[in-house]
């Protein structure tokens, strides 16, 4: 089940323990332990020293089966980290390790005001592009980072303090950074980027 | 903060014969080949001191002249004379702009582009071939040998087709690429943005027909692209093009015929390339009997003129700014990469949009060959004790076609590369043993709006009922940035057969047929070029082998150990030998015998990064 992070590496060395093991999941994979709230600094230096370590270009004149192999867990340590590294997507993976599917429409399915509220905010985020209203679409995106910080803080608290009620307050929170991040194309199409 | 570039230590000699490596700048406008001499990148000159070689390829009458015996016959010959090959890797004849369509004679067809030449139909990445082989001949004739490792340089902003163009080109050529690399990235390695200069870069390379933007966070000997974006058909070749329709409309000019149209094109660009230090140039010239030119170009008007153009470039910035979540003040330094970024009117562009003046302390034209060959000396094993790291994105969304036209998305852009995503498939008639995915790239919704890649079919499906089979296809972006697919059902574990169709490119077949029509022309015996090829790819894996004995024995078991040593006794007496093929099955055989070693030795370096010892006390290969 849930990983209890940190200890594993040096448990299993030497036999097999590497990248490529499947059984590994990607917090094991960088040594931290399984939690919503990671040490950033740790996780980079973790991926750093990995990718080193198994990168093609330091197999570039090795056989095909070290290439291959090389490949394969350089592209394994590239998607644990793109994972970890982005909140929503860490909060998505904790929930996938245990068992939950965050995107699952059965008991997660975003409520009919929350939608709504958001579909007026892209409406008028449309509105304030076609006005040329800068200020008023920079004040709506604020707004919807605001909320999206504040899911977020919620969801850091009920994801390490092992409640399954996260879930649906991670789909609102994906649902929102993506709206941020929509919003902040528009913005630079506007402003002609 | 100075950047410096990277200043190896007066290394020892090492204790193996070092391996010829080359960095080689396949460029629009000029191509270039640079290797590591005494632990300093420098580039190679000809015979007569010249660094460049203008990618230029003329189809002569009893021989094929490359560079500056091409450029010189380019007004007389147009039709036989190939110049700005690079436009047209990876593309179609639909992706040829109007006003470059008379410059050659293009054969109408689908898929890859062809050119009517005295020599026969030939596509770009013949082209570009003919060119790498004069950087060939001219590292081999430099370094006393055959080039055993080479890194072919790309522009970031390249596609799937386009890479893949390029290294069916250099394979052409009979050139070992053991990576394509990206200019940007290129540039930045030559910079030497080390361990002393942490924090974030741009690059902004603009070539003679490509521009790349990328931006680099370097942090303790990690290069880290975060983002890369840019226009794979606009350069330096572009601002003369603008040139020279002013000079027409200016001299009030007749239609002009493709030589006199050649000359105008060259006129445009020495114009140019004076405005760099001048404020006004000269255009004078006898095009025709109706067709005099005597007109002077400012700097302003030059300016005006190309205003658009450096707009075209500062879009991407915005954008690759955005994917990396940044402005401009967070950008420490701009490195300006590329011919083109000597004229005046983009350092100001580029200065006002990042707030600083731009690093120009390395020579343009030259610094991503350097970078290139600072990599090849790594990769070819010469500098195990450098102790830095690539990590490059994928620079365009890669997607699959699905119902109604549109692109699913399958990697986005700007991922770290290598890259493996799977996708699960079903079958969607009863007994369907085939099925086909047509992949895309690009960042639109719809198929038509993205680039055809190719069509891969998947063969060799077991026979079920529809629905039944749960067909994972896996897509795979190497470190090159090139995709491959391989597919399984997964109930059965049958490995479906992969047959690619470019839609923009060469298929397998077509290489290897080209090749032998290349030994054959080039009176070359294509048998004892094979065999030269065979071994250097046999020395190679032996090297390697040999070398993880020396240092990983212990993980072997007894049975594994004597499997390698077998191996390794059929290869060596066949090394000296003449019989290719059966060098090639010992060197397959010794492939297959060391891939459990190879996984242990891999785990064991992973085992001890994680138990966090330092990497630079692990054993090199």
Partial sequence: MVGNGGTAATDRVPALAGTLDVSRDHFELFGLP????????????????????????????????????????????????????????????????????????????LSVAFLTRQLERREAADEASDAHDARALAALIDDVRREADAIGAEVARLLDGGDREARPRVREWRFLVKLADGLDALRATQAGQ | MTLFRISEPDAAPLPHATRRAVGIDLGTTNSLVATVRDGSAVVLPDAAGRRLVPSVVRYGERAVDVGHGALAHAAEDPHNTIASAKRLMGRGLDDVPDERRDAYRFIAGEGIVRIATRDGAKTPVEVSAEILKELRIRAEAALGGPVEAAVVTVPAYFDDAQRQATKDAATLAGLPVLRLLNEPTAAAVAYGLDNAAEGTYAVYDLGGGTFDISILRLTRGVFEVLATNGDSALGGDDFDHRVFCWALEAANLPPLSPPAARSLMAKAREAKEMLTLHDAAPLVAVLADDARLDLTLTAQTFAD??????????????????????????????????????????????????GQAPLTNLDPDEVVALGAAIQANKLAGNRESDDWLLLDVIPLSLGIETMGGLVEKIVPRNSTIPVVRAQEFTTFKDGQTAMALHVLQGEREKVADCRSLARFELRGIPPMTAGAARIRVSFDVDADGLLSVSAREQTTGVEASVVVKPSYGLTDAEIARMLEDSFAHAADDASARALAETRVEAERIVAATESALAS????????????????????????????????????????????????????????????????????SP
């Fill in chain 1, 34 to 109: 399984a939690h919503f709230r990671v040490d950033a600094a740790a996780l980079e230096r973790a991926y750093r020293d990995l990718q080193r370590a198994v990168h093609p270009d330091r197999f570039a004149g090795a056989g095909d089966a070290q290439k291959r192999l090389a490949l394969q867990a350089s592209a394994r340590a590239n998607e644990a980290y793109r994972t970890l590294r982005d909140p929503v997507a860490r909060a998505e993976y904790l929930l996938s390790l245990r068992g939950l599917d965050a995107a699952a429409d059965t008991d997660t399915r």
């Fill in chain 2, 552 to 619: 990983d024995a212990a993980l072997l078991q007894a049975d594994e150990r004597d499997a390698i040593d077998r191996a390794l006794n059929e290869i060596r007496p066949r090394i000296a030998g003449d019989d290719r093929a059966a060098l090639a099955a010992a060197v397959a055989a010794l492939n297959a015998a060391t891939e459990g070693f190879a996984a242990k030795r891999m785990d064991r370096g992973v085992a001890r990064t994680l138990t966090g010892k330092r990497i630079d006390a692990l054993d």
């Fill in chain 2, 305 to 354: 003129i190309t205003r658009t153009l450096v707009a075209k470039t500062l879009a991407p910035v915005g954008r690759a700014l955005r994917d990396a979540k940044l402005t401009p003040a967070d950008i420490k330094g701009v490195v300006l990469v590329g011919g083109a970024t000597r004229m005046p009117q983009i350092r100001r562009a580029v200065g006002e949009f990042f």
